[in-house]
């Protein structure tokens, strides 16, 4: 007798549910494992790999389920490579068990149902791509947030949990800031290779903080997330505390939801803010325009060695950014050679504009695509007796008042008349006082702003450089 095999839908299956087809959309997907099969069994296939990877299912608005397929090497690379986030599949004759029954369910994603679905290649069960003609309802599910808003942790409250929070799990709505270049990494136990997307994400509560991507499935959807304009919702993401930067940054585990743009009112309010938001760190330099800082109070003396000691070295310590007064010779000052002394920023948004850029291009600045601000950005190197210091900026207002030019008249200058302004300051030994933005998560190095330059005296020097 031929078994009947009917439609569920996932608030309907129970622990005696037999025969019977799912429909719905994948919303999360687990990188594939492999394991010897000798220490799982004593049959015929004994000793040869095999694999297992789960999918979390979700047909309604309300309802997800997790389903778990095990088989041979080559039928799960096989379902790895042609079933990803995003599409509708048929599964159908899964084995029901109980979630709390198997103990691996504590690291599968959260679901909404009391069962889990399973199967494997030889006990008849199979998995298709759905091509039904409500295809396009199944999809739209994709938006739907696993959680409330309300169930979801500010960045700040995160950052501010410091250490002591390390390895806890929570829910987050942020907004992709920056996406940085994939990284190829060797496990050094296994040789295999394997990819690293690092995310920058922000909310209204804090500028940027790191999330590291390792599952293949989003290391390749990232490449569709698009800066400022990508929403997500992530459940189960790892709190990490990051020992060289030493500041928390995110992670996925094996139960992390991505849902990307959800559709939730709240989503919507953190776009606009992040439209809106001004400090963006797009360029080096952007977080050195501002003169913040009074330089009357920099009064601690460093010498080169000591700068980079704290910056990056022994001295480092958990503080952001520290201030210093340093006496050293301007060793590169190119006012009047290649190098690329001023840039620019939108007045509107803020937004720093590259060197290819003539206008900015941003949605909200289109009636006045042209409001442009240009600005003294001159990179400086320093060395004293304990070393160098490369590429520190002299920007905005502090460059102004060290020239006593204007940017604008500047630029008016003959090369001659640039020449003898750079030898007031080359080869001279001055007094620098700087702040210093050590490097982290959310910036890729060391910054050095320079507050305040004038020539130093002699006297001054003596009675106050330091031997180390």
Same mark, same amino acid.
């Given at each position: 007798?031929?078994?009947?095999?009917?439609?569920?839908?996932?608030?309907?299956?129970?622990?005696?549910?037999?025969?019977?087809?799912?429909?719905?959309?994948?919303?999360?997907?687990?990188?594939?494992?492999?394991?010897?099969?000798?220490?799982?069994?004593?049959?015929?296939?004994?000793?040869?790999?095999?694999?297992?990877?789960?999918?979390?299912?979700?047909?309604?608005?309300?309802?997800?389920?997790?389903?778990?397929?095990?088989?041979?090497?080559?039928?799960?690379?096989?379902?790895?490579?042609?079933?990803?986030?995003?599409?509708?599949?048929?599964?159908?004759?899964?084995?029901?068990?109980?979630?709390?029954?198997?103990?691996?369910?504590?690291?599968?994603?959260?679901?909404?149902?009391?069962?889990?679905?399973?199967?494997?290649?030889?006990?008849?069960?199979?998995?298709?791509?759905?091509?039904?003609?409500?295809?396009?309802?199944?999809?739209?599910?994709?938006?739907?947030?696993?959680?409330?808003?309300?169930?979801?942790?500010?960045?700040?409250?995160?950052?501010?949990?410091?250490?002591?929070?390390?390895?806890?799990?929570?829910?987050?709505?942020?907004?992709?800031?920056?996406?940085? @270049?994939?990284?190829?990494? %060797? +496990?050094? =136990?296994?040789?295999?290779?394997? &990819?690293? /997307?690092?995310?920058?994400?922000?909310?209204?509560?804090?500028?940027?903080?790191?999330?590291?991507?390792?599952?293949?499935?989003?290391?390749?959807?990232?490449?569709?997330?698009?800066?400022?304009?990508?929403?997500?919702?992530?459940?189960?993401?790892?709190?990490?505390?990051?020992?060289?930067?030493?500041?928390?940054?995110?992670?996925?585990?094996?139960?992390?939801?991505?849902?990307?743009?959800?559709?939730?009112?709240?989503?919507?309010?953190?776009?606009?803010?992040?439209?809106?938001?001004?400090?963006?760190?797009?360029?080096?330099?952007?977080?050195?325009?501002?003169?913040?800082?009074?330089?009357?109070?920099?009064?601690?003396?460093?010498?080169?060695?000591?700068?980079?000691?704290?910056?990056?070295?022994?001295?480092?310590?958990?503080?952001?950014?520290?201030? @210093?007064?340093?006496?050293? %010779? +301007?060793? =590169?000052?190119?006012?009047?050679? &290649?190098? /690329?002394?001023?840039?620019?920023?939108?007045?509107?948004?803020?937004?720093?504009?590259?060197?290819?850029?003539?206008?900015?291009?941003?949605?909200?600045?289109?009636?006045?695509?042209?409001?442009?601000?240009?600005?003294?950005?001159?990179?400086?190197?320093?060395?004293?007796?304990?070393?160098?210091?490369?590429?520190?900026?002299?920007?905005?207002?502090?460059?102004?008042?060290?020239?006593?030019?204007?940017?604008?008249?500047?630029?008016?200058?003959?090369?001659?008349?640039?020449?003898?302004?750079?030898?007031?300051?080359?080869?001279?030994?001055?007094?620098?006082?700087?702040?210093?933005?050590?490097?982290?998560?959310?910036?890729?190095?060391?910054?050095?702003?320079?507050?305040?330059?004038?020539?130093?005296?002699?006297?001054?020097?003596?009675?106050?450089?330091?031997?180390?």
């Amino acid at each position: 007798m031929t078994d009947v095999i009917v439609t569920k839908r996932i608030n309907q299956i129970s622990h005696d549910s037999r025969n019977f087809i799912i429909v719905g959309v994948i919303i999360a997907k687990s990188d594939p494992k492999f394991f010897d099969s000798a220490s799982f069994s004593s049959g015929n296939d004994s000793g040869s790999a095999r694999g297992v990877i789960t999918l979390t299912i979700r047909d309604s608005e309300r309802d997800t389920i997790n389903s778990t397929i095990w088989g041979s090497q080559f039928i799960i690379d096989s379902y790895d490579s042609q079933f990803h986030i995003g599409d509708v599949v048929t599964i159908t004759k899964a084995k029901v068990g109980p979630v709390g029954h198997d103990k691996s369910e504590q690291f599968k994603p959260t679901t909404t149902s009391a069962f889990s679905l399973s199967f494997a290649e030889q006990d008849g069960s199979r998995i298709k791509l759905y091509e039904g003609h409500d295809i396009d309802q199944f999809k739209r599910l994709l938006a739907v947030a696993p959680v409330p808003a309300a169930e979801t942790y500010p960045l700040a409250d995160i950052a501010s949990g410091g250490q002591s929070i390390s390895g806890r799990s929570v829910n987050v709505l942020v907004v992709v800031q920056n996406i940085r @270049a994939r990284k190829q990494i %060797v +496990i050094a =136990k296994t040789g295999k290779i394997k &990819y690293l /997307r690092e995310v920058i994400v922000m909310d209204a509560s804090h500028a940027g903080m790191s999330m590291k991507f390792w599952n293949h499935e989003y290391v390749e959807r990232i490449e569709k997330w698009i800066p400022l304009t990508t929403v997500l919702l992530i459940t189960d993401v790892r709190i990490e505390y990051n020992q060289y930067y030493k500041a928390i940054c995110l992670g996925m585990n094996s139960k992390t939801i991505v849902t990307e743009d959800p559709a939730i009112e709240e989503g919507d309010h953190l776009l606009v803010h992040a439209m809106k938001a001004t400090g963006q760190d797009s360029d080096m330099t952007s977080s050195l325009t501002s003169n913040a800082i009074d330089p009357n109070t920099i009064n601690s003396v460093m010498t080169i060695q000591q700068i980079l000691d704290r910056a990056e070295g022994d001295l480092k310590d958990d503080q952001e950014q520290f201030a @210093a007064l340093c006496y050293a %010779v +301007i060793t =590169k000052f190119d006012l009047d050679g &290649y190098s /690329r002394i001023t840039s620019r920023k939108c007045l509107n948004c803020k937004t720093m504009l590259r060197q290819s850029e003539e206008r900015c291009n941003r949605t909200e600045c289109l009636h006045n695509p042209y409001n442009i601000s240009v600005y003294f950005d001159i990179p400086v190197d320093m060395t004293d007796h304990t070393g160098t210091l490369s590429n520190c900026r002299l920007t905005s207002q502090a460059a102004e008042n060290t020239l006593n030019c204007k940017v604008e008249a500047f630029l008016k200058m003959s090369d001659l008349q640039k020449g003898k302004l750079k030898w007031r300051f080359l080869l001279e030994r001055c007094a620098l006082k700087f702040v210093i933005k050590r490097k982290s998560p959310i910036r890729f190095q060391t910054m050095v702003s320079i507050v305040e330059c004038v020539i130093a005296k002699p006297q001054e020097v003596e009675s106050k450089i330091k031997v180390y």
